[in-house]
């Protein structure tokens, strides 16, 4: 069939119907007749089309234009029958006419001929929808004519546009609100639902449409010009070869991909494109002005402002549904559920939701939808969201919602006004309903969940200067909720109630996952990758999926991608300083709204107001937060300064063109007029003078004073007729009479008065529509509140507020719908952390008050959540107070570590103790020091673990329990078996029910991956979980009768876990560990102290297995605890523990040890000192192994270490207890220094600096020196303690060792290492160094020092050349203390010291050493000299030795070399020394110092004798010069007898100067000698010549039985003179000083003779023997001439002599004297001479 055929089908058989019904033939319908039977006809006349047969589809195909106009001719009959009101034939008309349209045979695009200037299809449009009537439509129609219009909206062939698709949108809403049919209803609503789907959605297809196109087009463009460029190419490129025509394809190729365009890509930039030129820009934006027409309006828009129609289509429909859905209810009552206007207003603000909800991205960003939705959806909710109707209230809500989460950017003022004057409101007021607020929870709750959307209100609102704080007022009011502190809610069941605060509940806590899923790429989570493929964990996990797969974040930035603001803007801090600044300004309103003055200096002295009058007034204009009342109340004031801020504010003011009571409606919409006439004068006046001066012109006022007054009567006039405490109000007439001759004394128009009366009547003067401070709005809540009221008042006064709220709300959403404010986007993570700061404290409080006050699990779970989700915030931003609070909180709800008892822990505390474990699992990194709190709980979670699984536990001893339970602070204290023991059983079995959920297996599981996780923490947080958990340890440990192990034990088990750490983060976690096992091996309870060494070594040898490399101290560090508890810990059993411990890691781990030695050295050092023979047999017997074995093998690795090995063997040797040790420790020194000597290159490597224990600073030691620092100087120091402290057998053994030592490797010291070596030494000899006790001193001066010296002397002779110029100096300094002491063997030993030392190495000296050797010999000569015997008087004691030999006690402190250089002030103060404990008298003492100086000089004598002339050489002198006395043997006989003795004198001469020093000494020293000599002779001349004073002396009990006296002394000291004169005198090397040495000789003679002449005493003579012999001898042994002048000079002595009473051999020397003078002077011949002698 063709289609024309299936038309013309279609037309004639509904003509035919309509002819055949029988109510045609009725004179009302002969029109409609006349002409059916007039298109019947001609239907019939128009031959059918053969061309259109051919079709075999069973569906009827789409027809061309020409059809359709042969179709629209037969439309006039189809109208008259849609209007004949009849059913049937409307019923037929209509069938017809939809299935014309929906097969295409119907179009309608051309012209109406009825109604030029319309199309034919916007006829049939009304043709249809004029058959509905109203209610008494025929259901039938009504079905028909939805069918109708459905079939023209959807219909792709037909095109209706603007007020078409309003009319036919009208149709439809309009049979829904009038039909009775329960089914038309439904029909004609989803009817609806479909059109404005299909007019919306042909909207964005065609966008998309327009974008494809346009990107083709682009892409077209683009081809062509890749094949402009190939073409270029191609002319540019010369042919020459087939391989460059290959490469320029090749390029062409390149070309083609590389300039290839992605359709997708390309779309999305035309649609971006698109949207830009649809949406126009702000300068070009025309703001439509309001219409309040129906939905067939289509006034003041053009095309303007859309790029199709099909967007003015879409915008004129949801303009006409905002409108519909603005309508009134009825006020009379409560509105009916079935009322045309409640329906009507919840069926426009359905199709609403659903346009929003389908919303594309032009209705998005469309300027003419956004201008829309302020202008005229916005103002309709805000009438609608205080609906009374909760259907209504509920679709604002969701509509809200919608703008929320789409429009939010180009909506912030009018979300603000939502938030803040409709939806809190109903949550502050306590009139509302139940209803009300829990669909505005509900709302919030889905607003909450969104993060963008949290944190852009924080960020849009909270940070504006200007706006309100949303986001705190929302936490104020959702945390009053779940506190359950909110506004109470008349009629509402505790059920109600309950569910309520559980919403308000899942509010704040899902604003903390927003905060977690917004901050979450901050958070580090150290189990992200052991997690992977695990079991998700039991409580954690759902906060980890929330945090860390937020779909929200991602789906919401794609949503809102077009839009978006750059991220420039979004600067934390800058929002952070905003935020600030706001809180200023906040707090100055709220001062300024007590006190004007106050607050306006408050904002001045922050700088946010300035201080002129016109910066004031201009802040009074903008500012709406401030109190209208005490602006009106500032301004009225008499004040200079007030007034210019009233002057300055009304000048703001332009009343320029405008009348005069919208002029003073301006004025007053302001501020609120004081209450006192003066102020309102003031004001009034102020406003005439602007009011004219702006109208100048025009105005009708003679003056101002004309306007003043008017302007002051219509004040009067408002108040007259809108107070309600007036009851006789002002008429017309009255008012036109007061103003009467005002207008300088004429009266102004009649009317003009009446206008003014009749306006003020309709309208009185408001304020300025302004959201109320929440303290105001709330007066009739609190009322309410505060007294009892029924419902029906309840009711009464929440339409009040409601109808209040809503005039207010629309006031201000119409007064910002055009306002354009920058809506920032918030992208950054720090926006977190104010927020949070925000919220912290009350989140807290309302997390707390639900665990504390609700068992129920719906209640505390969410708590729990939330305090998990806090606690990980604070954590990312590194909150300490916040995390602290929130992580005690949930501490203290476990009651692990509270006071309460045990018995009433429930359900909730299991929960919370989970929740904590997790947050350590999961935020261990962030945890800090509050991982105190957690690890506390989980030690008493162990207890608790105890308990439930029925293992007993010890209880306390009767005599602590009362002291216990005082203390009692945590659950140890609390578990009280005895109390248990009298619980009944249901309590004990509920008890253990309890606890035995603490012993399941996912609690332990997660308590034991708290420690199995420590490996996963960061070198920061596992220090401060090894830190917390060494306190909790301590806490446990410090329990006296319950010490628990739990936390140590968890201590090994964490430092197993982090030991594969890197040494950096190990060493800090040590530091703590070390520390902690100090403490722990240090306590009384040896169980535990015996546990924590044993822990120790474990840990030790797993440690030592990693072994060290060089010059790294992580053993040290490691072991120092170890050394610690040796030291501290007194008990025998521990420390023979430590011992044994450091013993098996020595034999185990030798190989690997390093720096680790040293704590072993310190260990054995300590233990060498012991009592107990096993400790110190096991200590000694490990070092020894050390040293002979690790030493041979390890040597490298213990090399640092060596100084500390030879000082515990100093140790060892110290220990008087066990003799052999000491002995055998010496033994092992000795080794030592054997190892010194054979592996130096070792010492060299071993480091670059020398320094003890960490806080010393370390000296740079060059490489030279390493040998001896790191060496030889440990060895040689430490054997010079064992001198110094050991007894006899042991020092002495050391000294020889010592020395043995330097006499066998002093060859390869260095000069100034022995400058360092005798320091050493020289301490054997320090005063503060020797025993106090004087038996003591006295048996170290003579054997020790004796030794020492003799060993000193020895090895100075042996390294002569090396010593000489370095140690002679301080070597003479020692040796003159020695003869210093009051000690005669050591004083002795000094004398022979020096006498060796010289006669050794004299040979050697040189000019300048002979000259200091003789001054040391002078020294101790004037030293030691007793001069106090000559002064002595019985009764003198007191410090008779200090002023005898004042510097006898200044040691070797005055060298410069000295070790002790520096040392205290005793060792060079006399009268600061310590005196030994002495049962003498202090005269004995004395005596016995004296006795001393008198042997020293004898031996200093002796020893310059021995040193001149060598030992022994004057004694035999002596012994000759005796034997020639007493021989009667003549001389030889000789040529020449003077010659012959001369010759033997000479040879004499010459023998003794070959062995002794004389000839290396000059006659300068010589004289020096002699001249102490002679002085010490003299002094003992003195002294033998004062016999009262010997006698005294005597008396005294001075040198025993006999006087005293110093016969030695006098004739030794001349004697060694005269011999030193002597050989002078013959020296033939001393010619030139002959004179001088013979007048000294001489003079010397002469006093001997003299002397000895004066002597009457015979054994004083008997004594002077030897002398008087020396010196005839050596007289008569010189030649001739000098014999001469010699003779002469003592030839009157020598007469005097033989008439003396003298010995026999002295006769001989007179005889021999006398026969020489004879034959020298010639007296008698030499032959007498010789036979007198025989």
Same mark, same amino acid.
């Given at each position: ?25 009725k004179p009302a319908y002969s029109q409609l007749k006349k002409t059916c039977q007039v298109a019947l006809e001609q239907i019939k006349k128009d031959p059918a089309s053969e061309s259109s047969t051919g079709d075999s589809g069973t569906l009827p195909q789409p027809v ?45 695009? &051309? ?30 129609? /009504?079905?028909?004519? @939805? ?46 639902? /479909? ?120 915008? !004129? ?26 329906? &009507? ?119 504006? !200067? ?185 000048? +703001? ?176 993570h720090e926006h977190v952390r104010p927020m949070f700061k925000m919220v912290w404290t009350p989140f807290l409080a309302s997390f707390s008050i639900g665990l504390q006050n609700s068992d129920d699990p719906q209640m505390f779970e969410p708590c729990l959540d939330g ?42 505390? @299991? ?192 440690? !030592? ?120 420790? @010496? ?26 224990? /960490? ?111 370095? #140690? ?154 005796? +034997? ?93 003179? #005269? ?99 004879? !034959? ?15």
């Open positions: 069939m063709s289609v024309r055929k299936e038309a013309d089908m279609f037309v004639s058989r509904a003509l035919e119907k309509i002819l055949a019904d029988k109510e045609i033939k061309g234009d020409e059809e359709s106009v042969k179709v629209e001719k037969y439309i006039l009959p189809f109208e008259l029958a849609c209007q004949s009101k009849h059913s049937r034939f409307t019923n037929t008309s209509l069938d017809v006419l939809q299935k014309l349209i929906a097969y295409g045979h119907l179009v309608g695009n &051309s012209e109406d001929a009825i109604h030029p200037g319309k199309r034919l299809i916007d006829r049939v449009v009304e043709t249809v929808c004029a058959c509905f009537i109203g209610t008494q439509t025929d259901e039938g129609v /009504q079905l028909q004519i @939805i069918k109708c219009l459905l079939t023209v909206i959807t219909s792709t062939n037909v095109e209706i546009h603007e007020g078409t698709v309003l009319q036919v949108v009208r149709t439809c809403y309009n049979i829904y609100l009038a039909s009775k049919n329960l089914i038309n209803q439904t029909t004609a609503k989803g009817t609806l639902t /479909q059109m404005i789907n299909v007019i919306f959605s042909r909207m964005e297809q065609q966008a998309v449409q327009k974008a494809a196109a346009a990107a083709a087009e682009m892409q077209q463009k683009t081809e062509q010009q890749n094949e402009e460029k190939l073409e270029q190419q191609s002319d540019t490129h010369s042919v020459d070869t087939q391989k460059a025509s290959e490469e320029g394809s090749s390029t062409t190729a390149e070309v083609d991909i590389d300039d290839a365009v992605d359709p997708t890509q390309l779309a999305a930039e035309v649609i971006s494109d698109i949207i830009e030129k649809v949406v126009p820009s702000e300068e070009e934006t025309q703001h439509t002005g309001g219409d309040t027409d129906s939905l067939h309006s289509t006034d003041s828009l053009t095309m303007t402002s859309f790029t199709s129609v099909l967007q003015m289509d879409a915008f !004129l429909v949801f303009r006409s549904l905002c409108k519909l859905s603005m309508k009134p209810l009825n006020t009379d009552g409560p509105p009916d559920p079935k009322s045309h206007e409640l329906r &009507s207003k919840i069926l426009s603000l359905q199709l609403l939701l659903q346009i929003l909800q389908n919303a594309g991205p032009v209705f998005k960003s469309n300027e003419m939808f956004i201008s829309a939705i302020k202008q005229y959806l916005c103002v309709a909710l805000s009438k609608n969201g205080a609906s009374s109707v909760p259907e209504v209230f509920e679709l604002s809500l969701s509509i809200f919602l919608i703008l929320l989460a789409n429009f939010k950017q180009h909506l912030k003022r009018q979300i603000e006004v939502f938030f803040k004057d409709i939806f809190l409101f109903i949550l502050e007021t306590a009139s509302s309903s139940f209803e009300h607020k829990w669909m505005v929870v509900q709302a919030l709750t889905k607003v909450c969940a969104d993060a963008q959307c949290v944190v852009d209100i924080y960020v849009n609102y909270d940070c504006d !200067l200007g706006l309100a704080n949303i986001f705190e007022r929302l936490i104020t009011d959702l945390t009053k909720i779940a506190q359950g502190q909110q506004a109470v809610v008349y009629g509402a069941t505790p059920a109600q109630e309950h569910n309520i605060r559980l919403k308000g509940l899942e509010c704040i806590v899902s604003i903390l996952k927003c905060m977690v899923e917004w901050s979450n790429d901050l958070y580090v989570n150290p189990h992200q990758q052991s997690n992977l493929g695990n079991e998700g964990m039991p409580v954690s996990a759902d906060l980890d999926t929330d945090s860390g797969k937020g779909s929200t974040m991602a789906s919401y930035n794609s949503a809102n991608s077009l839009n978006e603001p750059p991220a420039a803007l979004d600067s934390p801090e800058q929002f952070e300083e905003l935020k600030q600044k706001k809180e200023i300004i906040v707090a100055g309103i709220e001062l300024f709204n007590k006190k004007a003055k106050k607050g306006i200096a408050f904002l001045q002295e922050h700088g946010l107001l300035g201080t002129t009058a016109e910066e004031i007034a201009t802040f009074f204009q903008t500012e709406e937060r401030l109190d209208k009342t005490v602006i009106g109340d500032f301004m009225g004031e008499n004040d200079k300064f007030n007034k210019e801020v009233m002057y300055s504010y009304v000048d +703001l003011l332009d009343f320029d063109g405008i009348a005069f009571v919208p002029a003073l409606r301006k004025f007053l919409e302001g501020f609120r007029l004081p209450g006192e006439a003066q102020k309102i004068d003031r004001l009034m006046e102020k406003f005439a003078a602007r009011y004219c001066q702006c109208n100048l012109s025009e105005s009708v006022f003679a003056s101002a004073d004309a306007a003043y007054v008017l302007a002051y009567s219509i004040i009067m006039l408002a108040t007259d007729l809108h107070s309600p405490q007036v009851k006789n109000k002002m008429t017309k007439e009255q008012y036109i009479k007061m103003n009467r001759g005002i207008n300088d004394s004429k009266d102004l128009p009649e009317q003009y008065l009446s206008d003014i009366y009749d306006e003020m009547a309709m309208n009185e003067i408001q304020l300025k529509p302004t959201s109320a401070p929440l303290s105001n709005k709330h007066g009739s809540s609190a009322n309410l509140q505060g007294s009892t009221v029924t419902p029906k008042q309840r009711k009464t006064m929440f339409d009040t507020e409601m109808q209040h709220m809503t005039s207010v709300a629309k006031a201000l959403m119409e007064s910002v719908s055009h306002a354009k404010i920058e809506f920032t986007s918030a992208k950054h305090m998990r989700c806090a606690i990980r915030i604070a954590c990312i931003f590194r909150m300490e107070l916040e995390r602290d609070a929130y992580v005690q909180a949930l501490a203290r709800f476990t009651l692990l570590t509270a006071n309460s008892p045990l018995t009433e822990m429930k359900t909730k505390n @299991i929960e919370t103790i989970k929740a904590l474990i997790s947050v350590a699992h999961t935020d261990g990194n962030y945890l800090g020091h509050t991982w105190l709190e957690v690890l506390k709980c989980i030690s008493q979670l162990e207890l608790a673990q105890l308990i439930g699984t029925g293992v007993k536990y010890n209880v306390h001893n009767s005599g602590s329990k009362a002291k216990d339970k005082r203390t009692a602070h945590h659950l140890i204290e609390s578990f009280d078996a005895e109390l248990l023991t009298r619980a009944d059983s249901k309590k004990l079995a509920s008890l253990q029910g309890q606890m035995i959920e603490t012993s399941s297996q996912s609690v332990v599981v997660a308590m034991d991956r708290v420690f199995t996780g420590s490996v996963k923490l960061d070198g920061d947080a596992i220090v401060d979980f090894v830190t917390a958990l060494c306190a909790v340890s301590m806490d446990e440990l410090s329990n006296g009768s319950h010490p628990r192990m739990f936390s140590l034990q968890k201590i090994v088990e964490i430092s197993y876990y982090n030991m594969g750490r890197i040494r950096l983060q190990w060493s800090r976690i040590w530091a703590v560990l070390g520390e902690h096992f100090n403490k722990v091996g240090c306590i009384q309870n040896e169980d535990v102290a015996f546990f924590a060494v044993d822990s120790l070594r474990q840990l030790s040898m797993k440690f !030592l297995e990693k072994g060290e490399f060089a010059n790294f101290r992580f053993q040290k560090d490691f072991l120092r605890p170890f050394e610690h508890i040796m030291k501290k810990n007194r008990s025998i059993s521990i420390r023979d523990m430590v011992v044994q411990c450091v013993s098996q890691m020595v034999q185990a781990q030798m190989a690997n040890i390093r720096s680790g030695w040293k704590n072993i050295f310190s260990v054995f050092h300590l233990a060498a000192s012991e009592n107990e023979e096993t400790i110190v047999s096991l200590a000694f017997q490990t070092t020894g192994n050390i040293v002979s074995k690790v030493f041979e093998q390890y040597f490298d690795a213990v090399v640092g270490s060596f100084q500390d090995a030879v000082k515990c063997l100093s140790e060892f040797s110290c220990n008087i207890s066990f003799p052999d040790t000491s002995m055998e420790a @010496i033994r092992l020194i000795r080794a030592c220094a054997k190892i010194v000597a054979e592996k130096p290159k070792l010492f060299r490597e071993a480091g670059a600096t020398h320094g003890a224990e /960490q806080g010393e600073t370390h000296v740079p030691v060059k490489e030279g020196d390493r040998v001896w620092v790191k060496g030889w100087f440990p060895v040689l120091f430490e054997l010079s303690c064992i001198i110094s402290r050991c007894k006899m057998d042991v020092r002495t053994r050391g000294l020889t060792v010592m020395f043995e030592i330097m006499k066998r490797y002093g060859e390869d010291f260095e000069r100034h290492w022995w400058k360092d070596l005798f320091r050493i030494i020289f301490r054997i000899f320090d005063n503060m160094k020797l025993p106090e006790q004087q038996s003591e001193k006295t048996e170290w001066m003579t054997t020790t020092c004796n030794h020492a010296l003799y060993a000193i002397v020895d090895v100075f002779t042996q390294y002569y050349s090396v010593l000489q110029d370095v #140690l002679l100096s301080d070597l003479y300094e020692q040796l003159y203390w020695c003869v210093q002491q009051d000690n005669e063997q050591l004083a002795r030993s000094g004398t022979n010291c020096l006498e060796n030392l010289v006669i050794s190495n004299g040979a050697k000296f040189s000019s300048g050493v002979w000259d200091e050797t003789c001054q040391c010999i002078v020294k101790i000569f004037q030293t030691t000299l007793p001069q106090h015997l000559l002064t002595w008087a019985p009764g003198d004691v007191s410090d008779s030795a200090a002023a005898d030999n004042p510097n006898r006690a200044l040691g070797r402190s005055e060298s410069s070399q000295s070790v002790v250089s520096q040392g205290s002030i005793l060792s060079q103060d006399p009268a600061n020394q310590k005196i030994p404990n002495m049962k003498v008298h202090t005269q004995d003492k004395l005596f016995s110092s004296l006795l001393i100086k008198c042997i020293v000089q004898l031996e200093l004598i002796q020893t310059i004798d021995n040193v001149i002339f060598y030992p022994t050489t004057s004694k035999k002198d002596d012994h000759d010069n005796i +034997l020639a006395a007493q021989s009667n043997t003549s001389a030889p006989p000789s040529s020449d007898p003077a010659d012959a003795r001369l010759k033997t004198h000479s040879d004499s001469i010459s023998s003794v100067n070959e062995q002794g020093m004389y000839s290396y000494l000059n006659e300068q020293q010589l004289f020096l000698l002699v001249d102490c000599l002679v002085e010490s002779h003299r002094f003992a001349v003195r002294f033998n010549a004062d016999h009262e004073q010997r006698n005294a002396l005597w008396k005294a009990g001075f040198k025993g039985k006999a006087k005293p006296n110093l016969l030695k002394q006098e004739t030794q000291s001349l004697a060694c003179a #005269l011999r030193i004169l002597f050989s002078m005198y013959s020296d033939e090397s001393m010619a030139s000083c002959k004179e001088k040495i013979e007048t000294r000789l001489t003079e010397l003679c002469s006093e001997a003779l003299l002397y000895y002449l004066a002597l009457s005493n015979d054994g004083h003579r008997d004594a002077w023997r030897e002398l008087m012999l020396l010196i005839f001898n050596r007289i008569l042994k010189f030649p001739d001439t000098e014999f001469q002048l010699h003779a002469a000079a003592h030839y009157a002595a020598v007469c005097d002599l033989i008439s003396a009473d003298i010995k026999m051999e002295l006769r001989v020397m007179l005889r021999k004297f006398f026969s020489r003078l004879g !034959l020298v002077y010639e007296i008698i011949p030499s032959a007498v001479t010789v036979a007198a002698d025989t």
